[in-house]
């Protein structure tokens, strides 16, 4: 309820600030597990993702957050869960996986941060992870600013990323991390002009 309140309210809010056009809305899948993949250029861009998206999403977020009595209770009522940066979280592995096998949506930065200069940054392999431990489409996510008022922000949806030639090498999650960023990365091409 209050998840889709804040989409709402959050939509609104961010249209008229920063003019949001979505594009490719209807590459994502209306059923079945969805990984969704986005670059990372503001702290805007979980909710940015969040209310441009046809389906509800959870996202990790990092844990310190949680620990914060008011930014905590609302990322738990806003689909998110808690992930440990800087090492291998068993515990966010599983729910990411067991979202996906309910047929959830997961929101995944692959980046781990925001770009500084705002170009796209080599992916964490976690990414790579969850799109082969899963059955997930893997739809990439290109968001174009800047985030400045009354200036137009494009948020890209690609058509899901074909793994299929992919996994007959037997890649490591890495490598399909790198694909991964590789449409993510020919997404903000076509669209940056």
């Known amino acids: 309820m209050l998840y889709k309140f804040a989409k709402f309210v959050v939509y609104m809010v961010f249209k ?10 209807t590459n994502v899948p209306k059923e079945g597990p969805v990984i969704v993949c986005s670059n990372h250029i503001s702290n805007f861009d979980p909710p940015v993702v969040g209310i441009t998206c046809p389906r509800d999403i959870n996202f990790m977020a990092k ?15 806003l689909n998110a869960f808690p992930v440990k940066r800087g090492m291998r979280d068993r515990n966010a592995l599983r729910n990411g996986l067991g979202l996906l096998e309910d047929g959830g949506t997961l929101g995944l930065f692959p980046e781990g941060t925001r770009s500084k200069d705002g170009n796209i940054k080599k992916g964490l392999a976690g990414a790579g992870f969850f799109a082969m431990r899963s059955n997930a489409t893997v739809i990439p996510c290109a968001i174009i600013g800047p985030y ?13 990323v074909e793994f299929e030639s992919l996994k007959a090498e037997k890649p490591s999650a890495q490598e399909v991390t790198d694909e991964i960023m590789e449409n993510i990365q ?3 091409d076509e669209y940056k002009k």
């Open 148 to 160: 400045e008022k009354f200036k137009p922000l494009k948020v890209i949806y690609g058509e899901p």
């Open 186 to 188: 020919s997404l903000i």
């Open 63 to 77: 844990e310190e957050l949680f620990e914060k009595k008011g930014i905590g209770f609302l990322l738990k009522h």
């Open 16 to 25: 008229f600030l920063f003019r949001i056009k979505i594009i490719g809305k």
